[in-house]
């Protein structure tokens, strides 16, 4: 189960602010605001997952037949071969047994190329067009020491494993492929209004003075039944239907027998 609500937007105290840090050599100082109202975009998880509106796309948000035609595409290039003679020559991404046949780079532009292509209804153009308009960040994607598709497309995990490669193995391999560039793209062409965020029907707004002084005059700890003081730190349960006092939760006293 995982919490459906995320943060849209944070409004911060315009008249107040506190003292972050100070460098008391040049006397420079920094400053923060705390946050006077929270906006929540509260997902309605209509797809059973916590994140059916995409705030981040991946996709299953998308067209499903415009991604089986992307997987298709891949399928017909991945590792497509013609024989001369007693001589086998591969003119696709990888050979048969798995292995990258072209430069890591080149796979994965072309990849993106072909998926932008039918995004845009099979014009070259706008393939093109997209390739240009964000070409650093497909070639980051592509190899990073963080996350990028360069362990998924050398089998790096799969090959320290001693993983088998076989036809399963492989179609399974273009559908991952297919769908995490498909998401790419998603994401990348989403139009800033479109975003979730934006979702005005879906809002959840906190404001956090008025919180403060409901839990003063009305809350009650779940544990002790005692109220709280103003602008106190709590807890809570996972749900939020209950609230305690720091020094009523249970992680604290056990915190508190390990001390002893």
Known sequence: MHNPMTVAFEIKYPWKK?????????????Y???????????DPEKDGTDD????????RHGDKKVLEEIEREF???WDS??????????????????VLNMCLHSVVIDLFFRAAQIVYGMD????????????GEILRFAENPVDSLHTSLTRKYQNACGEEYNSEVRKGWIKETAS????????SERPWYKHPRWHIHHWKIQIHPLQKIMRYLFGRCDKCGKGFRYGE??????????????????????VDSDSQ
């Open 233 to 254: 730190s709590v807890s809570g349960s996972w749900y939020g239907d209950k609230i305690w006092h720091n020094v009523c939760c249970d992680s604290a006293k056990v």
């Open 124 to 135: 070259w153009d706008k393939g093109m067009k997209y390739i240009n308009r964000h070409i």
């Open 18 to 30: 506190k003292v972050l840090w100070k460098n008391e050599s040049t006397d420079k100082v920094e």
């Open 81 to 98: 071969s013609f024989e001369s003679g007693k001589n086998k020559y591969y003119t696709g991404y990888f050979r048969e047994d798995g």
């Open 180 to 187: 995490i560039i498909y998401g790419f793209i998603l994401r």
């Open 75 to 77: 399928e017909f290039n």
């Open 32 to 42: 923060y605001r705390e946050t006077f109202i929270t906006i929540w975009h509260v």
């Open 52 to 59: 059916s509106c995409g705030w981040f796309m991946r996709s």
